[in-house]
C-alpha cells in the first residue's frame, strides 16, 4: 500500500475487555515496529519484527500484551483484559531493512478504556 | 540507558518569526542515531531528519536545519521564516547505530510548536 495503514482508528473498550490491533505495513518492508503513546508524551517503544521473527519485546509493558506477525506481512497487537492505564495512541512503523532507511509511521489507533 | 530531554514543553512564536526547539539526548553508545519527527494533529510521524553520530555536519533543508553538536550531546532543530503549517508537535529521538539504524527509537516528551498568524 501506499503507507502503513492501521486499523480501528479508535477503540473504546470496557475494563476487562481483550483487543486486537491491526497494522498493515508498506509493501515489501521487513522491519515492524509498535510504539505506545500516552497523552502528552512521546511514543514508547513496544517491540520489534523482522518479517516474522519477533526479534524484540523488551518494551511490551506485561504479559497481557502479545503481538505477532505470523507471515511477515501484517501484524496484530493484542491486550488481554484491558485496563485503564492501557489507554493511548498505538503506533506501528515499518521500514525496509537497509543502511540509511527511515521507518514509516501510521497514524495509529487510539485506545480507550473505560 | 538512552535518554532524550526536549526541556521546552510548548512554544509559541508569531508567524515568519525563527524558532529554535531544543533536543539533548544521553547514550553510552559510540554509535548511534539522531532523529526529529513531526507530529501533525492527524497523529501520524513525519520524519524529517536522521543523524549519524559521525557526522556533525550540521544541515540544512529549505527552510528547516539542524545543530548537531556531540561535545554538548544536543541535536537542535530551527525553523526560519515559521509559517502556520509548523504548528505540530515535534520529537527528537535516538537509536543505536544496528544495521538498518532505526531499530528501537528511544523519543523525547516532545515540544507543542504554535505559530500564531
Known amino acids: 500500500g501506499a503507507g502503513v495503514s492501521q486499523s480501528p482508528r479508535y477503540k473504546v473498550a470496557k475494563r476487562g475487555q481483550d483487543v486486537a490491533l491491526r497494522c498493515d505495513p508498506i509493501s515489501g518492508h521487513v522491519s515492524l515496529f509498535w510504539y505506545q503513546q500516552a497523552l502528552g508524551q512521546g511514543p514508547e517503544f513496544l517491540t520489534y519484527?523482522?518479517?516474522?521473527?519477533?526479534?524484540?519485546k523488551s518494551g511490551l509493558p506485561s504479559d497481557r500484551f502479545f503481538a505477532e506477525r505470523p507471515e511477515g506481512s501484517v501484524s496484530t497487537l493484542k491486550i488481554q483484559r484491558t485496563q485503564q492505564e492501557d489507554s493511548a495512541v498505538y503506533l506501528c512503523?515499518?521500514?525496509?531493512?537497509?543502511?540509511?532507511?527511515?521507518?514509516?509511521f501510521g497514524q495509529g489507533t487510539r485506545l480507550t478504556v473505560v | 540507558a538512552q535518554k532524550v530531554t526536549q526541556a521546552q514543553t510548548e512554544i509559541s512564536v508569531v508567524e515568519k518569526e525563527d524558532v529554535t526547539l531544543d533536543c539533548v539526548y544521553e547514550?553510552?553508545?559510540?554509535?548511534?542515531?539522531l532523529f526529529w519527527y513531526k507530529q501533525p494533529p492527524s497523529g501520524e510521524l513525519v520524519f524529517l531528519i536522521r543523524r549519524n553520530s559521525f557526522d556533525e555536519q550540521n544541515e540544512i533543508s529549505g527552510r528547516y536545519s539542524w545543530n548537531f553538536q556531540k561535545s554538548t550531546s544536543s541535536f537542535n532543530f530551527t525553523i526560519t521564516a515559521s509559517q502556520v503549517v509548523d504548528s505540530a508537535v515535534y520529537f527528537c529521538a535516538l537509536s543505536e547505530a544496528t544495521l538498518g539504524g532505526n531499530e528501537k527509537l528511544t523519543f523525547g516528551t516532545g515540544t507543542r510548536l504554535t505559530i500564531i498568524p
Open positions: 547514550t553510552r553508545d559510540t554509535t548511534y542515531y
Open positions: 512503523a515499518s521500514s525496509a531493512y537497509a543502511a540509511d532507511t527511515e521507518a514509516f
Open positions: 519484527f523482522q518479517n516474522e521473527a519477533q526479534l524484540d
